[in-house]
């Protein structure tokens, strides 16, 4: 089949779903989403209308096989949708379908058609684009008749398609199928499926795009998360490598170490690692390549998995790094969260969340082997190659320390193994007894598409900074090494 | 006393189609062999009236409501069974008829 490239798409209202289904829902088309309780399913819908009204003035109409109307604007409010004030604008339309098996008795032949002429009447009354049914495989539960049932669905879905509105159609998770009443068969257009799954008692939504007729889509599974500002989806998989690299080259933040390569810094928008174990000035490092960020005018972003920002700020202060006016200024923020608070999708939704709205130049994650502790070394990598690639594609310079275990037993290699290979940098600081004397040294361990220095450099720490040791700074003549 | 019971039917149709009408003749002749003289029937066309469709809660046509005497019974499709009408409705004949 060939993917039709014409096919209009209308946005989802859900943050990074756009991205996932390249462009958003199909216009006029339904769309089922389905999932077992408690996995979202009506809020997407929700949302799907709510940012349809206030985003693309789209007036649309919810029609409720299972909440009151007053119970779906109670549900919703904590996430600042106002469904009365839409409601009385006229720009949204609950209807509430409550279907009382008790109440009702089956004898001859009917139809739906009394569904049919609400939701006409409904769409009509606002001019609507968008319409939710949530959920309307109640019916079955309300009706004895199943064929005349689903011959009606498939009734209702091609005359919603004719009247041209984008309906989003949920339903509950079979044993063996999609949806219990099989509705998949009946949409042929595009279905999402949500998961709702606890692993180690970390809670993680997912979403994957089962089927999507006539355009290209992202296949993996996506994790989702609902929060106070409703749902929203990390697109990330989806990224390719076809980020512009800069030949832009910016300072490290500070000059010594600018030293140690022959363009006097980093590629803009690269990523550079730090690794070493306790002690060996990583967050130091990261704190000068804070300030350069702040220097050049631009925003910073400092996750810290291990600090509280009182304590990262009061340290760097010993070492001659005021960074409190930055932060007044808005230039640096420090986001400090403890690693095992959420599941890695969380940070990395945190992280995403950051990124659109301070929209820093710059971000440190200090240190990314914390993150070991709520993930497996696999699902670790994952979410780096995710985040590295997310920062890149912003054009991002980031910066990661990680910590090696051990003073001086061998690393270990899960995360750094994880992060080397995609980091543009690499730098290792090293504490050494010589003589009974801490020696410390950094080494360039790589640098792409710079050349650098080669040798490891010593210096030490005094109370105004990094200053590395004189014999150690490099000449013109000295060793430079291309990579 | 239950002689004294009115009953107020009212029938959803979307047009006249035949299930539609073959409805309204079915309880018309059931409340005339069982109810003379202690029944309306109203008839609503949701194709003229589709606003009204939400307040009882119509989704199948036809349907029929008994809104008096309460509680309000539905009974979806033609009616064309007798007996599950009249219970439904919980209608009892006056008289025992002729087939058992």
């Not at chain 1, 216009?27 to 009204?53: D, E, M």
């Not at chain 1, 005021?322 to 640096?332: H, K, N, Q, S």
């Amino acid at each position: 089949m060939q993917p039709t490239p014409s096919l209009a798409k209308v946005s989802t209202g859900v943050e990074g779903l756009d991205e996932v289904t390249g462009g958003g829902f199909p216009q006029g088309r339904p769309i089922l989403i389905c999932g077992s309780a408690g996995c979202g399913k009506t809020l997407f819908g929700i949302q799907f209308l709510v940012k349809g009204i206030l985003e693309q003035n789209e007036p649309g109409v919810f029609v409720s096989f299972e909440e009151t109307a007053a119970d779906l604007t109670n549900n919703v409010a904590s996430l600042g949708f106002d469904l009365d004030k839409l409601t009385a604008e006229g720009k949204l339309r609950i209807d509430h379908v409550q279907i009382e098996r008790s109440e009702i008795e089956e004898t001859g032949d009917y139809d739906l058609e009394g569904l049919f002429i609400r939701l006409n009447y409904a769409i009509d009354a606002i001019g609507a684009k968008r319409v939710v049914l949530d959920t309307l495989e109640s019916l079955f539960s309300g009706m004895e008749n199943e064929g005349l049932l689903r011959a009606e669905i498939r009734r209702l879905f091609r005359w919603l398609k004719d009247k041209g509105v984008t309906t989003i159609i949920t339903g509950e998770r079979g044993v063996n199928t999609l949806t219990r009443q099989g509705l998949e068969e009946f949409v042929s257009d595009c279905v999402i499926l949500l998961d709702f799954r606890v692993v180690e008692q970390i809670a993680t939504r997912r979403l994957r795009i089962v089927k999507y007729r006539g355009s290209t889509h992202g296949t993996n599974e996506y994790p989702f998360l609902i929060d106070e500002n409703g749902v929203s989806v990390i697109p990330i998989t989806s990224l390719k490598l076809d980020y512009i690299s800069s030949s832009e080259i910016i300072s490290t933040g500070l000059k010594p170490l600018d030293g140690l390569f022959k363009k006097g810094g980093f590629y803009e928008g690269g990523s550079t690692l730090i690794t070493g174990t306790a002690g060996t000035a990583k967050t130091i490092l990261a704190g000068y390549f804070a300030l350069g960020g702040c220097l050049r005018n631009e925003r910073v972003l400092v996750f810290s998995f291990e600090e509280a920002p009182d304590q990262t700020i009061r340290n760097l202060l010993t070492i001659g790094i005021d960074v409190r006016p930055y932060i007044e200024a808005g230039l640096l923020l420090i986001h400090a969260s403890r690693p095992t608070l959420f599941g890695l999708e969380m940070h990395l939704l945190v992280v995403n969340k950051l990124l659109r709205g301070f929209k820093p130049k710059t971000v440190i994650v200090d240190p990314i082997s914390s993150l070991v502790s709520v993930g497996s070394a696999v699902e670790v990598k994952a979410m780096l190659v995710r985040l590295i690639d997310t920062l890149k594609t912003r054009k991002i310079n980031a910066l990661f320390t990680c910590l090696l275990s051990g003073f001086d037993s061998g690393p270990d290699n899960s995360t750094i193994e994880a992060v080397s290979s995609l980091a543009d940098n690499w730098l290792a600081v090293q504490n050494e007894l010589v003589a009974g004397k801490r020696q410390r040294s950094l080494l360039v361990v790589k640098s792409r598409g710079l050349e650098h220095h080669n040798d490891a450099v010593n210096f030490t720490i005094t109370a105004t900074g990094i200053n590395f040791a004189a014999s150690s700074i490099p000449t013109p003549s000295n060793s430079m090494h291309g990579k | 006393m239950e002689n004294e019971q009115r009953w107020e039917l009212r029938l959803y149709v979307a047009g006249q189609t035949p299930k539609s009408i073959l409805a309204l003749k079915n309880i018309t002749r059931y409340c005339e062999e069982n109810l003379e003289g202690r029944y309306s029937i109203e008839v609503i066309d949701l194709l003229k009236t589709p606003q009204l469709a939400e307040g009882d809660q119509i989704i199948a046509i036809p349907t029929l409501i008994r809104k008096v005497p309460v509680p309000i019974r539905k009974i979806i499709g033609d009616l064309s069974n007798e007996e599950k009408v009249l219970v439904g409705l919980n209608i009892r004949p006056l008289q025992p008829k002729n087939t058992p």
